[in-house]
């Protein structure tokens, strides 16, 4: 990798679990969460900052990375977010989604890089403005939704690490957890075989810049956590650690996704009381999600 002293990033990464499970031919990813949709939004938005920033970082030196991480700051406000924000305010809905896709439109045509970093700082302004119309207070404090939001950029963390090494959902192997989080290794090992080097740089530096933001989060999330819950934050530093010497270190996707499901999961979930979807009210379901193995709810969105 080109990027000078991109190895020497603190890496690490949060997400919240317990049991994992993937359907036959499929790759577990992350945990599908349902439950609060501002934690879903606020986890976006920081995404998309970081490929902002990665996009001030490469231009014009690697232009192509740039491109790559403007086009998934594009992809991360989707129709449906549009949407919401549009409901609160007709003119963020337009210009935000516009300001992106100018962004991208001017990295392609080799804008002048003076231009560009106007050009994301107006966009993370429309950023935080968005945040502001959209999240009330009550939920930026909220322990649940916090630990959902970081949950949310880990999801992103290991989609990126996959994506460096070649890795899709369409790939005929699976990684199952059961519910002493172990791995399947043999699918395990199947997997790394076939992808057992990087071949998207950018990717692995969105994996590398994704968890150096989530082991600055852990430590926001740490003060919202019950005392009750010391030692499991101290097992999930513990697991981030492992993890950040893990992506550091290049080792094989199967071992990234060892350690985030069965290190980092059960930690965050013991330690937020978030519970897996089947253990969740009935009057509480998510009818897109019920019945689904390995899912999380909201939990108590009142802490």
Sequence with gaps: MERKGTTALLLAAVMVGGLIYSSAGQIAFAHNFSGDQSASFLANVETIKIHLMLVGGDYPRQTDFAVDHAAH???H?????????????????????????????SIKANSPRSDIVQQIKAINGLLGETVRIRIDNAQ?????????????????ILEAYNDAYGITEGDNSSMNMTS?????????????QSHNKVV???????????????????YGLKSLAPTSADASMIKLRAGLDEL???????????????VVHGKVHQN????????????????????????????????????
């Design 244 to 258: 950040k010497s893990a992506i550091a270190s290049q080792q094989p996707p199967g071992d990234v996704t060892v």
């Design 200 to 218: 998207n740089m950018a990717s692995y530096q969105s994996a590398q810049w994704l968890a150096l933001k989530a082991s600055s989060m852990y």
């Design 268 to 303: 965050l979930m013991d330690a937020f009381h978030l519970p897996m979807q089947s253990e969740a009210p009935s009057s509480g379901h998510n009818p897109a999600t019920d019945g689904k193995p390995g899912q999380l709810t909201g939990g108590n969105m009142t802490q």
């Design 77 to 105: 406000l989707d129709n449906g977010t549009i949407k919401e924000i549009s409901e609160r305010n007709a003119r963020l809905g337009a210009d935000l989604p516009a300001a992106l896709s100018k962004l991208e439109s």
């Design 140 to 156: 930026l404090s909220n322990s649940t939704v916090q630990a959902l939001k970081f949950a949310g950029v880990v999801n992103e």
């Design 73 to 75: 700051a594009v992809e």
């Design 180 to 192: 002493h989080s172990s791995m399947n290794m043999s699918a395990t090992g199947s997997m790394d």
